[in-house]
């Protein structure tokens, strides 16, 4: 089943539509929600609370790329979880310490308006990458791997992986000065 077709059985409150849903990607959005949660239990009720969220937001919503949408609902809600239940690997917070460098400083949250224009800032950086480069900064920061797993599952060692993780950071805080970020 087409992603396409998923979508339109949501819209049309078929009762298989979660069914379908969870037969397609229930596998993927485990493995997110398993990477940035430590208790098994926390991953079953957040993916529960991902299924509701997508029940509910389709429609109005028609997502264009279906699978990066649910995957950002997933990454959303596990790390709401975690923050709330004070339960999450450490690898997160790793992870969010080694790109906080590169981000522009501030204790007060972005606007609405700043925040997409990093954001777009930081999509347009990591789409002049290469793929494994690309794969390798988001594996690390969306996905919140280990620089071990990362470099599992690139066939790289750790070594090249942590050299590459760091070169492609000082490369994103350079974009990000010329940008007017930094």
Same mark, same amino acid.
């Given at each position: 089943? *087409?992603?396409? !077709?998923?979508?339109?059985?949501?819209? =049309?409150?078929?009762?298989?539509?979660? #069914?379908? %849903?969870?037969?397609?990607?229930?596998?993927?959005?485990?493995?997110?929600?398993?990477? %940035?949660? $430590?208790? /098994?239990?926390? =991953?079953? !009720?957040? @993916?529960?609370? =991902?299924? %509701?969220?997508?029940?509910?937001?389709? #429609? /109005? &919503?028609?997502?264009?790329?279906?699978?990066?949408?649910?995957?950002?609902?997933?990454?959303?809600?596990?790390?709401?979880?975690?923050?709330?239940?004070?339960?999450? /690997?450490?690898?997160?917070?790793?992870?969010? @310490?080694?790109?906080?460098?590169?981000?522009?400083?501030? $204790?007060? #949250?972005?606007?609405?308006?700043?925040?997409?224009? %990093? &954001?777009? &800032?930081? !999509?347009?950086?990591?789409?002049?990458?290469?793929?494994?480069?690309?794969?390798?900064? @988001?594996?690390?920061?969306?996905?919140?791997? +280990?620089?071990?797993? +990362?470099?599992?599952?690139?066939?790289?060692? =750790?070594?090249?992986?942590? *050299? &590459?993780?760091?070169? +492609?950071?000082?490369? @994103?805080? !350079?974009?990000?000065?010329?940008?007017?970020?930094?």
């Amino acid at each position: 089943m *087409s992603d396409q !077709e998923l979508v339109e059985r949501f819209l =049309v409150r078929s009762e298989d539509a979660v #069914p379908a %849903l969870t037969g397609r990607y229930g596998p993927y959005c485990r493995a997110i929600a398993a990477g %940035l949660l $430590s208790d /098994p239990r926390d =991953v079953d !009720e957040c @993916l529960n609370d =991902v299924w %509701l969220s997508v029940w509910r937001a389709i #429609p /109005p &919503a028609r997502p264009a790329h279906f699978k990066g949408w649910l995957a950002a609902i997933v990454r959303n809600r596990a790390l709401a979880m975690g923050r709330e239940n004070r339960r999450r /690997p450490p690898t997160v917070d790793e992870a969010a @310490l080694e790109l906080a460098a590169c981000l522009p400083p501030g $204790s007060d #949250p972005p606007g609405q308006s700043e925040f997409r224009a %990093l &954001a777009g &800032a930081v !999509e347009r950086f990591l789409r002049a990458q290469p793929k494994d480069v690309r794969a390798a900064f @988001l594996r690390r920061y969306w996905y919140a791997d +280990t620089v071990e797993d +990362t470099a599992r599952r690139l066939g790289w060692s =750790v070594s090249k992986t942590k *050299s &590459a993780l760091f070169r +492609t950071r000082n490369r @994103l805080r !350079e974009f990000l000065k010329k940008e007017g970020f930094l």
